[in-house]
């Protein structure tokens, strides 16, 4: 865990030691949202979207927007 959050957060491996993981991984999480959803809104071709459990999550969004389900 800790190469992922030196790679994700740009700093050493004592720091991140020092980082309340969980608080790490809501971030990790709330980028690859932020990242699928620029995909999306962009018009990546879904050949070339990044896959996984942020892009299904945008993807169930943007279903219930277009549903008239969500604003």
Same mark, same amino acid.
């Given at each position: +865990?800790? #190469?992922?959050?030196?790679?994700?957060f740009?700093?050493?491996?004592?720091? $991140? *030691?020092?980082? *309340?993981?969980?608080?790490?991984?809501?971030? +990790? *999480?709330?980028?690859a949202? $932020?990242? #699928?959803?620029?995909?999306?809104?962009? &018009?990546v071709e879904?050949? *070339?979207?990044?896959? &996984?459990? +942020?892009?299904?999550?945008?993807?169930?969004?943007q279903?219930?927007?277009?549903? &008239?389900?969500?604003e």
């Open positions: +865990m800790t #190469s992922v959050v030196c790679q994700e740009s700093c050493t491996p004592e720091e $991140a *030691d020092q980082q *309340d993981m969980a608080r790490c991984l809501r971030i +990790m *999480d709330l980028r949202f $932020a990242h #699928s959803w620029q995909q999306i809104e962009s &018009g879904q050949k *070339d979207l990044t896959p &996984g459990p +942020m892009l299904r999550k945008v993807i169930e969004i279903v219930k927007r277009a549903k &008239g389900e969500l």
